[in-house]
């Protein structure tokens, strides 16, 4: 597969991406195109309006302009500007990756990034032996995937609760000898200048939620295909924001996941052999940076009106690092476990890459999308399909490969035994208790730990989940509180005598990655 | 286009009939005796990877066995043209076979085709539904002919479910003949039944608008005293006992039904009657008894 460090300049790959719109557009009548364009214009001009100037480049604003004027005119001026927008948009996306910095990057990070972990100092960034692998616990078919990826491209998908994620999967794959990947990262993460660095040479690429415009949003796709087409280990959320209530994710995005069978087809139509498989990734953090925003969040979609979004603590790079020391000083703080392989239908597949049936025996997957003569027969709507069954896949790999940790178990405990004591009560409702009114009894919580400890082991004897929580409910209790301890703004959970004071929305925050897996009935 | 067909009896007969009418070649993969006036084969496995399209006609307890013969994968398009849920189970007979093979281009048939007027050539409807637009297209083009008007959904849990609901509820019609209730029973037992089969659906997502369709409404008003479940129900009715395959499978829909929370009284009582837990009259005179409730708020 091809090195990240191949990666091609700009002006490649924005010639490519100029290629794929313009074969798409021969497909779409003069209408069609002048439809496409007014929904670029119209939607952009729109978000300028609302949110200025300020982050819009002029070449940018001029493409625009070029846009405006052509959508009067005939075909051939409206196609030129699209290409030209095409060419922006490349620009933007493709912009921070330096194939050079990153080959430096790459023999710097690792102590850089150990220092961040460790000491938070930026002066102090060079130049140290701690290594911050060991405190990301890895888990999974890492062997198996590293043979894959010498000759299939992977294409991981994780869970996603922190902006931090990227970067230390990012990490966490060099930690393990995999091949580096390019990902996606919001503009918003760039904001942090500290993080900045480290993401754009980690081959971060841009992707700016804010445009929702059709053309930009086919940009991204046919990026995402070319670098598959390309051989380049690619990273996405399918979630495709981070879980704002904590919850494992039940609903992925089908846009950019289903770019992964186009990818394939198109490789066989080629006559190519390269064949793309996709690894689920369940991550799971005792704490997490941004749960308090995302809880908030969370809430105010549900309460509306009640609860105001606040900043990010993400784009505080004192409070990231500060979380970042804490989180990773604490043994066994990070979890990433890598889910069996999936070929891009939903199927598992063996240490060859090949894919199998539910019994283990070998299928052609070709057969999926090809006649009876062997010719690829392209039909969106069956792979519209197709892709939500490996949607469906890639859930039920998050859930059986998730692991429960302590800090989730107890949270999940206190928070359902409110939910059992205000039965009446939303959660908003239950979230703005007196504090009084959310304390309960230890001897009560650690009886109602313990059940639930005991259902996880069951569950885990079915592989429907992992564990790695610490002996009996005393420690799982022990080492939560320990871990809740300092951070947060408000404590999750802390001791009252003999009673346990329970932070309601950061415990609805830390329980919910536990809910679906039928706990809730123990809690009674 | 090859159509293969794998079952036996009146029902397989009657969809290669079908099948053959709209101008196919129907070959049926047989377990036990071939089919008399049709090409066939017991090598399930070789007709499944021959054919355009599949239809699976085996009885439901039968569905996973047939599967794993028939070595179903990655190219078969496959329509199930059985009713129900697995008995042993309670899963969908679609998620069986996803559950034994790669095989995922899957649909349902459903609706009022009876075997002997097929035979007689009378006009009728059936509806395919399937995920997949390429299932749904084949389904169209093996039956579609002058005698048979075949209808496509996109909602196959809708139309896995009306099937599942109306084997249940046309016991429901033989019994209540059998107990000499009247006419405008008839009409209770298909607009309440749908409407318990309206609230399961609308937990499993599927859209209700199936149920007033041909595998739901469409049924019901159809069933005739050949029907297979109008004469369990009649049976029932004079005392006797119904197969282990009804039993189970209305068990399995209460087992559904309790899991995504929602009350079926009418497919409770006759489950009860089937169970031998309740008698027939004890079971109508309590359901009559009910709180009052509205029909539409």
Request: glycine fraction near 8%; charged fraction near 20%; charge should be positive.
């Amino acid at each position: 597969m091809s090195n990240i460090e191949q990666f091609p300049p700009t002006a490649h790959i924005s010639l490519a991406l100029q290629r794929r719109s313009n074969k798409r557009l021969q497909q779409y009548s003069d209408d069609e195109i002048f439809a496409y364009l007014a929904d670029t214009i119209y939607k952009e001009r729109r978000r300028i309006e609302e949110q200025g100037q300020r982050d819009a480049p002029p070449v940018y604003l001029k493409a625009l302009q070029t846009a405006s004027r052509a959508i009067k005119r005939d075909r051939n001026a409206m196609t030129t500007s699209l290409m030209k927008l095409v060419d922006v948009y490349t620009q933007e996306i493709h912009n921070h990756f330096s194939p050079s910095t990153y080959k430096i990057a790459s023999k710097v990070l690792p102590g850089a990034l150990a220092r961040l972990l460790t000491s938070a100092q930026p002066s102090q960034l060079l130049g140290v032996d701690f290594d911050p692998g060991s405190r990301i616990v890895m888990q999974g078919p890492v062997d198996k995937l590293r043979k894959l990826a010498k000759n299939h491209t992977l294409l991981y998908t994780p869970t996603h609760l922190s902006n931090l994620d990227s970067p230390l999967i990012g990490y966490a794959l060099m930690a393990a000898k995999l091949p580096p990947v390019i990902y996606g990262a919001g503009l918003n993460l760039f904001s942090n200048p500290l993080m900045s660095f480290f993401m754009s040479r980690l081959g971060a690429y841009t992707v700016d939620r804010r445009k929702k415009n059709l053309l930009y949003k086919d940009v991204l796709k046919d990026y995402s295909i070319e670098s598959f087409q390309r051989g380049f280990h690619t990273l996405f959320f399918p979630g495709g924001t981070r879980a704002r209530s904590g919850k494992i994710e039940s609903k992925l995005k089908k846009g950019l996941l289903g770019t992964a069978i186009t990818a394939w087809q198109e490789s066989l139509q080629a006559g190519q052999n390269k064949e793309l498989l996709v690894v689920p990734c369940s991550l799971s953090f005792s704490l997490t940076l941004e749960a308090e925003t995302l809880i908030n969040d969370a809430l105010s979609e549900e309460g509306k009106s009640r609860f105001i979004i606040s900043d990010d603590e993400f784009s505080e790079a004192r409070t990231v690092a500060s979380f970042t020391r804490k989180t990773l000083n604490l043994d066994a703080s990070v979890f990433l476990r890598f889910g069996e392989p999936l070929d891009v239908v939903g199927n598992q597949v063996d240490a060859q890459g090949s894919s199998v049936d539910p019994h283990g025996a070998p299928i052609n997957r070709r057969d999926y999308v090809c006649n009876r003569y062997g010719q690829v027969a392209l039909d969106p709507q069956r792979d519209q399909m197709y892709t939500h069954r490996l949607a469906e896949r890639i859930i039920t790999s998050f859930r059986a490969n998730h692991i429960a940790l302590s800090t989730q178990v107890a949270a999940f405990a206190a928070w359902q035994m409110l939910c059992r004591r205000h039965p009446l009560l939303d959660d908003v409702q239950r979230s703005a208790l007196r504090p009084d009114e959310r304390r309960l009894p230890r001897i009560e919580l650690l009886q109602t730990i313990e059940r639930i400890a005991k259902q996880i082991k069951k569950l885990q004897k079915n592989n429907q989940i992992c564990s790695a929580l610490p002996g009996n409910a005393a420690n799982i209790l022990q080492d939560a509180l320990q871990r809740f301890a300092g951070f947060h703004r408000s404590r999750c959970l802390a001791v009252r005598g003999d009673q346990i004071e329970v932070g309601s929305k950061l415990a609805l925050y830390y329980g919910n990655r536990l809910t679906g897996y039928g706990l809730e009935e123990l809690t009674r | 286009m090859n159509i293969g067909i794998i079952g036996s009896g009146k029902w397989t007969k009657a969809l290669a009939t079908l099948v053959a009418e709209a101008g196919n070649h129907p070959r049926i993969g047989y377990l036990e005796k071939p089919l008399p006036g049709f090409p066939g084969s017991p090598n399930l496995a070789s007709v499944a990877k021959e054919s355009d399209l599949l239809f699976l006609a085996v009885p439901p307890k039968n569905m996973r066995q047939t599967i794993l013969q028939a070595k179903l994968g990655p190219a078969n398009h496959i329509l199930i043209a059985a009713r129900g849920l697995e008995p042993q189970t309670g899963n969908w007979l679609s998620d069986v076979i996803t559950q034994e093979s790669a095989a995922c281009r899957i649909g349902v048939l459903g609706g009022p085709v009876l075997p002997d007027e097929v035979f007689h050539r009378r006009p009728t409807a059936i509806v395919a539904a399937s995920h997949y637009a390429e299932v749904r297209k084949r389904a169209q083009r093996a039956i579609h002919s002058a005698i048979c008007r075949l209808y496509t959904s996109s909602d196959l849990r809708g139309v896995e479910l009306a099937s599942s609901m109306v084997e249940a509820l046309t016991i429901a019609l033989g019994l209540a003949d059998s107990l000499e209730q009247g006419i405008g029973v008839r009409g209770v037992i298909v607009t309440r039944g749908i409407a318990e089969v309206t609230r399961l659906g609308d937990k499993l997502g599927a859209n209700a608008h199936s149920f007033a369709g041909l595998a739901g409404i469409g049924e019901l008003v159809s069933c005739a005293p050949k029907h297979p479940g109008y004469i369990a129900g009649r049976n029932l009715g004079m005392g006797k006992t119904i197969s282990q395959d009804r039993q189970n499978n209305l068990k399995a829909m209460l087992a559904l039904a309790s899991q995504h929370q929602v009350e079926l009284p009418l497919i409770e009582a006759v489950t009860a009657i089937a169970l031998g837990k309740l008698r027939p009259r004890l079971a109508i005179d309590s359901l009559m008894r009910r709180e009052a409730t509205a029909e539409l708020i």
